[in-house]
């Protein structure tokens, strides 16, 4: 992933929103380990209204 917009997702968890090379949009959810490490729990592709308030964040 290139850029990328992390937010707080409740208990020690973080949300990833970010777009793929080949275009696609992701959110993954997870939560960091310690020393820079990130443990992914799920991912899946952002709803539309993810990818506005995503494209809003960067200034697009």
Known sequence: MGEYWELRAGAGKRALFGRT????????????RG?????PISARDTTQAERWRYQEHLGR
């Not at 020393?35 to 443990?39: E, H, I, N, T």
């Open 21 to 32: 090379s080949g275009g696609r949009y992701l959110l993954i959810i997870g939560v960091h």
């Open 35 to 39: 020393g820079g490490l990130f443990y």
